[in-house]
């Protein structure tokens, strides 16, 4: 139902754009956001957007990383510019709506910084 890509392996200080789109049976769409899990740690927002378009981001990523939604299309974008050796993990996307408790999660992608 929530359809993710846009990973790959990219050289340090290189970008990458994330998308996620949400299928047609995924209605009032509240909040769409992105988090991450690296190898060995735990899940961890990186971004997330609300349906007035507020934003929030994690500190240290506030910059580098900007998120995006289209409502039309009941997609996330999250553009990822000078990525680091630490961004290395599987970003998932994740969607709440206003009419069901548990949130959506996308199925993720591998997004790997290396030289």
């Known amino acids: 139902q929530l359809q993710a890509s846009g990973g790959g392996r990219v050289q340090p200080g290189g970008s990458l754009r994330l998308s996620c789109a949400a299928s047609?049976?995924?209605?009032?769409?509240?909040?769409m956001g992105w988090y991450r899990q690296a190898p060995g740690k735990q899940r961890e927002l990186v971004a997330q957007?609300?349906?007035?378009?507020?934003?929030t981001y994690v500190g240290s990523l506030k910059g580098r990383f900007t998120i995006s939604r289209d409502n039309a299309k009941s997609a996330v974008y999250l553009q990822m510019n000078s990525l680091e050796s630490d961004d290395t993990a599987v970003y998932y996307c994740r969607v709440t709506t206003q009419d069901r408790t548990e949130p959506y999660w996308g199925q993720g992608t591998l997004v790997t910084v290396s030289s």
């Open positions: 957007i609300d349906s007035g378009g507020t934003k």
């Open positions: 047609g049976s995924i209605f009032s769409i509240n909040v």
